[in-house]
């Protein structure tokens, strides 16, 4: 058999992405566009996302596909995000990508967005580009985004079990409410860690949710209501500088700690796991990726982040998710004509 080439479509949140990738995960043309119009409302605009998806992707995936060098029947399947996230980009970029594979007469494979983080780690990227070599199965996987927050046992390629997940917010929804309320724009996780940096964790004893607790559930938002508390008396009139600090500091402290103590139970539930792994754009926190590194030390295991640029959503992930799944279903003689379906 040919060694396949995947084009791959990302459109599940605001990021407009697509990407070709072969067989041993050489990314051989990608894009990735994030959309700013989101900004000024403090939050995606599913509405605005989708209609963007739309009028951004045919010239993306041309630009994509000349960036390549590639002919059309060189590529073997066509891959997207089918879920979950926002169901109108879902609907643009799965459509698109059936749409183009009807037409070019390939086969349409159907990628759950999590399983592409999920196996993220395991793309074999050049090693100027990587700090710690790619991981095996089992793994202990912790992905925290602005819309993820789980712990995830990725055994196998389509073998995988959910240990715990957030009750209410994601953490990146935290990182950018709290970031909101101190005037650091929106999405302001980044922002919020560099201001942290000059504060006192300890100045204001904020809850530590779930920590202690059995499992390895997570909780953000009576934490965000505690800072909204300690703002209160300030109203619409800007914060001391310090304060902000401080108050910052102390929440990412409270947030850090309560990932260290689920991951703790997490990895109790999963003694196979031989790497701590983490995605998603809160990975891309320096206090947070220290304490899992330290963590997973103290546990014996080896810690992996992607690079950041994977780590956030892009449609490298997708089509190396896609190469996973052919590859496995090859192996095992299984002819994959068609992987349909939304995934849940
Ligand atoms: O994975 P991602 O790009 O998109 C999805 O939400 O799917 O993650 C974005 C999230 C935002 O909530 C952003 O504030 C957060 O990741 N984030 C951070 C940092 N950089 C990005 N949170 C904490 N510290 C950071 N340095
Ligand atoms: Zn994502």
Redesign the pocket.
């Known amino acids: 058999a040919v060694a396949p080439i995947i084009l791959a479509i990302e459109t599940?949140?605001?990021?407009t992405a697509c990407a070709i990738v072969d067989s041993a995960g050489s990314i051989l043309a990608e894009q990735v566009f994030?959309q700013m119009e989101h900004a000024p409302f403090g939050g995606v605009i599913p509405e605005i996302a989708a209609r963007n998806h739309l009028s951004l992707l045919p010239s993306m995936l041309e630009q994509t596909l000349a960036a390549s060098a590639l002919k059309v029947e060189s590529l073997t399947a066509i891959a997207a995000s089918t879920g979950p996230g926002l169901i109108g980009g879902l609907i643009v970029g799965s459509t698109l990508g059936k749409g183009l594979a009807m037409a070019w007469q390939k086969p349409f494979i159907a990628i759950n967005h999590i399983e592409a983080?999920a196996l993220t780690p395991r793309l074999p990227l050049p090693h100027t580009l990587r700090h710690t070599p790619r991981v095996d199965f089992p793994y202990l996987l912790f992905l925290?985004?602005?819309?993820?927050c789980q712990c995830i046992a990725v055994k196998g390629i389509g073998d995988y079990r959910k240990l715990g997940g957030t009750v209410d917010d994601?953490?990146?929804?935290a990182?950018?409410k709290v970031?909101k309320m101190l005037g650091l724009g929106?999405?302001?996780?980044?922002a919020?860690?560099?201001l942290a940096k000059e504060g006192n964790p300890k100045a204001y004893p904020l809850p530590h949710p779930m920590v202690g607790r059995a499992g390895c559930d997570f909780s953000f938002s009576g934490l965000k209501t505690s800072v909204s508390h300690l703002l209160m008396p300030y109203g619409h009139d800007p914060l001391p500088r310090q304060m902000a600090a401080d108050i910052a500091a102390s929440f990412?402290y409270a947030v850090t700690h309560t990932i260290e103590d689920r991951l703790t139970h997490a990895l109790a539930l999963f003694p196979q796991a031989t790497a701590l792994v983490t995605?998603?754009?809160?990975a891309?926190?320096?206090?947070?990726r220290a304490t899992l590194a330290d963590l997973a030390a103290r546990h014996n295991k080896a810690f992996m982040a992607p690079p950041l640029r994977l780590?956030?959503?892009n449609a490298v992930m997708v089509a190396w998710c896609a190469q996973e799944i052919w590859q496995a279903a090859q192996k095992k003689g299984i002819k994959l004509a068609d992987r349909d379906g939304m995934a849940a």
């Not at 929106?186 to 980044?190: I, L, T, V």
Request: proline fraction near 3%.
């Open positions: 599940s949140c605001d990021e994030s983080h925290a985004s602005g819309g993820h994601a953490a990146g929804e990182f950018d970031a929106w999405p302001g996780g980044a919020l860690e560099a990412q995605a998603g754009g809160v891309a926190n320096m206090a947070i780590c956030t959503d």
